[in-house]
């Protein structure tokens, strides 16, 4: 019996050579709202692994990608509207209320966008639903995303499992996301881990540099 030809839409692995141009760095809601101890609720194994792990990593990835050449863009937690009307539903019923222009909506000094990186606000879990993030990442010829930031089990595992349904190449680094708790995080990387491709820091570092 002949065997049909293997479709060349088809890959042995996830693991597909990164190519500068064609490559982005997403930072997920690494803004002062999230990041204020004082004035959110207790979260402390949340701060540590935030402020000891999850954010140096986040600005090893994000400094790599610059040196090679790669589109680093931010997405923030951010009214449209001064009474926010346009929030989500779960954003009203979660009361999540980030002022438009805000000191809340800005990303974290530890992170600050470099000068014609994309900020992106949002009012939804994945920013696949609430902004022009896949317009505007298409227009720029990108298909491949790596994924950090807030919160593990919420945005990240939402952007993950939308931008694989979209058609995009998606990559977890999973020691560049936290969440409440370490319990979560590491339930929320088995759950979403057949939509991406999962790497650690050290190892994406190594292929941004690499990369053409």
Not at 126 to 150: H, K, M, Q
Not at 158 to 172: K, Q
Not at 184 to 191: F, N, T
Request: proline fraction near 4%; charge should be negative.
């Amino acid at each position: 019996m002949t065997m049909k030809p293997r479709p060349q839409d088809i890959f042995e692995t996830r693991a597909q050579p990164l190519v500068a141009g064609r490559t982005g760095l997403l930072i997920i809601d690494a803004q002062n709202w999230v990041m204020d101890e004082k004035n959110r609720q207790p979260r402390p194994e949340f701060y540590e692994a935030a402020r000891t792990a999850a954010i140096p990593n986040m600005a090893r990835l994000a400094d790599a990608s610059r040196k090679a050449g790669v589109e680093v863009i931010y997405t923030v937690m951010e009214n449209f509207t001064e009474d926010g009307r346009d929030r989500s539903l779960d954003y009203k019923l979660s009361n999540f209320f980030i002022p438009k222009g805000s000191w809340d909506a800005k990303v974290i000094d530890e992170l600050a966008p470099q000068r014609d990186e994309m900020v992106i606000p949002k009012t939804s879990s994945s920013l696949f639903n609430s902004t022009n993030f896949e317009y505007l990442v298409r227009n720029i010829g990108l298909d491949t995303i790596i994924v950090t930031g807030f919160l593990t089990d919420q945005c990240v595992d939402h952007t993950i499992r939308d931008g694989a349904d979209r058609g995009f190449h998606m990559i977890c680094a999973t020691d560049a996301c936290a969440t409440d708790t370490k319990a979560r995080h590491e339930a929320a990387l088995k759950a979403f881990k057949g939509y991406c491709r999962s790497e650690t820091t050290a190892a994406l570092v190594e292929a941004i540099s690499g990369c053409k």
